[in-house]
């Protein structure tokens, strides 16, 4: 049975799911319960500056659902040390560009404490952050950080494309025991799909092909799926086929499926809302270089953000996010 | 029970100290904690102290010597006497340090290196067009790419294989193009220098309905293989065309392919039911030279248009020019049908019209088969075509007035009723 | 006082351990034998045996870059430390950390950390899973006053303020943040002052008395495992060698380090209050010493022995599992 959730109620459900199945899972973050102990007088429907996490204060208690201070590093610096010890907390830390203030309890401790410890302790952390550009929100509220985390050995990054997908994926990183980064695009929050019920995950390090096609492939992954699924529409009026595929999971990626798919079309777009440096766009189109050679009918595009920070104006913002129009200028000139 | 004195390693940028001074002899009773050694090291010396009491028994580096941080300097025996093997200790003990461990084995790659700019082909080619022609074996610097800057791309490789799968072998590895239609008797095509079969475009509708066409693509031409040899000499054009087909066949050849039905009809005449010679010339005149050197030089610098702009003087009467929709609609098509004739081949037909030319003006009377030579009236290139007819024996002649070289193209209706009324 | 002979002889084994372990690296880094940064705890003895003589294997203990202290008072196997230290498969941490992360999660040591600051965090986080679980656990953090300064710090103290958690925040205020002098870059007299921002209570011990820094502790253990929260304890003490192997201390007065060197060495300290108290002997104590000795020279052997890790372990237990 399926119903039609929004990104945000998917990941709801999920996290809901989680902590009923066990006692573990903790969430914790700045105001994931909204209002401090005041919460208990029916504050509940708060949850969160995105209402992402409103109602689980009430089902779970306060004990297990924890407002924190805007303390980040303290935050997830705290979470790291609980999953160390025994619990599977969920961490939220509420906008990628706080990496900045929380980067070394994730970089220098949760990513390394396995390794340095020689196999001999885990650390089943999920961190929820938003991430991406799209709500004006400017420069310090709208990066796409995660080509940093999945740069980070130790560390997971993940990165839904749709509400069911959310849900899926979520519950898997929350079940996995390493620390997760789990991205959730603000470009896909509003999106509304058919979630199906119950208790399911889907797999880490596991690409979808989202749709087939023979002649160009569009790689995305968050909110440039949709993307490339309206690029696809129009590139099929002029009898070109596109095939979509869905990364998912950043690190563990999926090398095969990229792989598969370049050597059944030969031609590959990168579509990636991340600036151009280091980022997950060039980091495929070094694989396919590297392993995929002589599939490489074409150039491989990389659609990207300028590289600049992210403006404020809407039309400004416009300009920055990539389109589906880049797309198709995209794969008129990689011939 | 020995103790070491080693050179210490003080800070983590030290890679190696001096022994500045010892401060006792050898023999001498020294306590744990006494400074047994001074040394020097990045301008700063330091006190060594003796870490167990005993006697100096040996010295291993002297003063004013400089050595690796971990070099045993020294030993302090617990007594003055016991056993002490000064060279055994050194191998327990001496641990310098070198220079970041182990040795460095530099690789080289299995296969060549590649090649540098200037050697490179100019034509890019997709590395999955490489790949597939490698394993079809095709060079695929031979195979016109279609993608954008003349890339040659999978497809094109492809298309190349399985056009190629129908081409007809004629000598040792080499196989031509012949497009092949109708039925009947067979009648042979033979385009002239740097075009293709569709030269006779206006000719194979109306011979189809009553023929079975084998229109020759030549050595280096649209499909057919062009091997690298210096020249194709016009003999070997026509043993290939020979090659073609079974029995005999009307043969029809334009310019230098003119040259190469003569040949046949020369070397092979049992094969020959009937010779039609458009626009032909036993010998080249200077005029017909000096253009087959602009085109080959226009061929290799210039775009397939701008080849098609410049020989389209050369090939079409006034007349025909001076209709303007005509004259582009012609461009076009002619461009087409230069670009399925890449230089090298180009370059390699006027070669052999070179070493041909001459070779059979006193042979032509010793032509045993029905001969048709159509002239065209304007012709700049072969305007002697008409002479030919004289000198055959029995040829029939048709000139076609006011026409150019191209007369198959510019003056269709008069070419075919002539062909067809020398067929039957 | 309130001990028992066998009590007072284990003490003083796991602070002579120490003392004997930290010296013997200082021979071992000088000689070239093992390679990396060393932060030598010698001096501070008292500190970590004072605290975790009063811990079980269930309470979890945060440390620093001079971390062998903190891992020795735990209970953690000097042999397998040692072992670490020489980069073998034996080692706590099987050769993949290294004198700043040794760690033993069953012993409840969770590590030696590189970052200062770092292991503060860590510490809140075991004291919230006791929460959470509702375990009659503490966690306690070890950090020097060059922590203090630290975001994390202050961040962590906020947090456990705020949720009551069972944590103890020890201070080794030893003078000197690497080569800088405390007084230099903390601009409040005692770091014990800084509790009053969180609302938290702190004290302050005399961190070269065994006996002084025991009392304090057990309060400030007992209150939080009683669910009455986090206390900050401020122990002075000072660190007999450099920042870390190689450092000659020049930031340092000569005079003065040799006082607290001569006349402020907590063995000294502790032989002298407790033969006075007239509990153990001298006699007792230098046995002790000889069987540490012994049991370094056989930890030192082994290590030298042990196997070395295959070079494909560097790709080893990045994940529990990475498809």
Known sequence: ????????????????????????????????????????????????????????????????????????????????????????????????????????PLLNQAAKLRYMFGGKVKVPLTVRT????????????????????????????????????????????????????????????????????????????????VREGSDVSLVGFGATVGIAMKAAKALDGAGTSAEVLDLRSLSPLDEEAILATLEKTGRMVIIDESTPRCSIARDVAALCVDRGFDFLNAPV???????????????????????????LDAVGEMG | ???????????????????????????????????????????????????????????????????????????????????????????????????????????????????????????????????????LGLDPTQIRGTGPGGRVTKQDVEAHASAREALTPVANGVALEVVAGGSGETVLLLPGLGTDVSAFARQTPVLLERFRLLGVNPRGVGHSDGPEEAAYPVEQTASDAAATYEGAAHVIGASLGAA??????????????????????????????????????????????????????????????????????????????LARVPAPTLSRMVA????????????????????????????????????????????????????????????????????????? | MDFTRDALLDVYRRMRTIRSFEEKLHELVGAGKIGGFMHLYAGQEAVAVGVCSQLTDDDQVGSTHRGHGHCIAKGVDVAAMMAEL??????????????????????????????????????????????????????????????????????SLTMASNWKLPAVYVCENNGFGEFTPTEFVVPVKDIADRAASYGMRAVIADGMDFFDVYEKAGEAIALARAGEGPTLLECKTYRFYGHYVGDATPYRNKEEAEDWIQNRDPLDLFESRATEAGIVDSDALRTVDGEVAERLRVAVESAESDPLPEPGEVLTDVYVRYE
Request: aromatic residues 4%; negative net charge; proline residues 6%.
């Open chain 3, 86 to 155: 020489f980069g073998r498969t034996t080692g706590t941490n099987r050769g993949k950390g290294g004198s700043m992360h040794i760690a033993d999660v069953e012993k409840g040591m969770l590590g030696a950390n590189g970052i200062v600051g770092g292991g503060i965090p860590l510490v809140t986080g075991a004291a919230l899973t006791a929460q959470v679980k509702g375990q009659p656990h503490v966690a306690v953090g070890f950090f020097g006053d060059g922590a203090t300064n630290q975001g994390q710090f202050h961040e």
């Open chain 1, 130 to 209: 938003v991430c991406g550009a799209g709500m004006q929100a400017a420069a310090q509220h709208s990066q796409s950080l995660y080509w940093m985390t999945t740069g980070i050995p130790g560390l997971k990054t993940v990165i839904p494309s749709s509400p069911a997908d959310a849900k899926g994926l979520l519950l898997a990183s929350i079940r996995d025991d390493d620390p997760v980064i789990f991205c959730e695009a603000k470009g896909i929050l509003n999106q509304t799909g058919e979630v199906p019920e119950g208790d399911y995950e889907i797999p880490l390090g596991q690409a979808n092909v």
């Open chain 2, 352 to 424: 052999g019209l070179a070493a041909w030319s001459g070779t059979r003006t006193q042979d032509l009377s010793r032509v045993a088969v029905p001969t048709l030579v159509i002239s065209a009236g304007d012709d700049l290139l072969t305007p002697g075509a008409g002479t030919l007819a004289t000198e055959i024996p029995g040829a029939s002649h048709v000139e076609v007035a006011g026409a150019g070289h191209a007369v198959a193209l510019e003056a269709p209706e008069a070419v075919n009723g002539a062909i067809l009324k020398h067929l039957s």
């Open chain 1, 301 to 327: 595009k990389c659609v990207t953000a300028p590289h600049t920070p992210v403006p404020f104006s809407s039309v400004l913002e416009r300009a920055f996010l990539p389109s589906a129009q880049n797309v």
């Open chain 2, 260 to 337: 190469a039905a003569l040949e046949l009809a020369l070397r092979f005449p049992d094969r020959v039911k009937s010779l039609t010679l458009i626009t032909p010339f036993v010998e080249s005149n200077p005029r017909l030279l000096a253009v087959a050197e602009a085109w080959q030089r226009l061929a290799a610098e210039a775009t397939g248009e701008t080849l098609a702009a410049a020989l389209l003087p050369w090939f079409f009467s006034p007349g025909f020019l001076a209709d303007t929709s005509v004259r582009a609609r012609t461009l076009r098509g002619l461009a087409q049908t």
């Open chain 2, 1 to 135: 029970m020995a103790t070491p004195i080693s050179m210490p390693k003080l800070g983590m940028t030290m890679e190696e100290g001096t022994v500045v001074r010892w401060e006792f002899d050898v023999g001498a009773h020294v306590e744990k904690g006494d400074v047994v050694l001074v040394i020097e090291s990045e301008k700063n010396e330091a006190d060594i102290e003796a870490a167990a009491s005993g006697t100096f028994r040996h010295v291993y580096i002297e003063e004013g010597d400089t050595v690796p941080c971990g070099t045993l300097l020294g030993a302090i025996t617990e007594s003055p006497d016991e056993a002490f093997d000064a060279s055994a200790f050194q191998a327990a003990e001496d641990h310098p340090e070198t220079q970041a461990g182990g040795s460095l084995e530099v690789r080289t790659p299995t296969r060549q290196t590649p090649p540098s700019p200037a050697e490179r082909q100019t034509k890019p080619i997709a590395p999955a067009a490489r790949a597939a022609a490698k394993k």
């Open chain 1, 1 to 104: 049975m399926a119903r039609e959730l929004s990104t945000g109620a998917a990941i709801n459900e999920a996290i809901a799911i989680a902590m009923r199945s066990d006692p573990d899972v903790i969430l914790m973050g700045e105001d994931v319960a909204g209002g401090g102990d005041r919460s208990k007088e029916g504050t509940e429907e708060m949850g969160g500056v995105l209402g992402t996490t409103r109602g689980l204060v009430g089902e779970f208690g306060m004990n297990r659902v924890r407002d924190t201070p805007i303390a980040e590093m303290g935050l997830i610096g705290t979470a790291v040390g609980a999953a160390a010890t025994g619990l599977r907390p969920i961490a939220e830390l509420m906008f990628m560009d706080f990496l900045g203030t929380s980067l070394d």
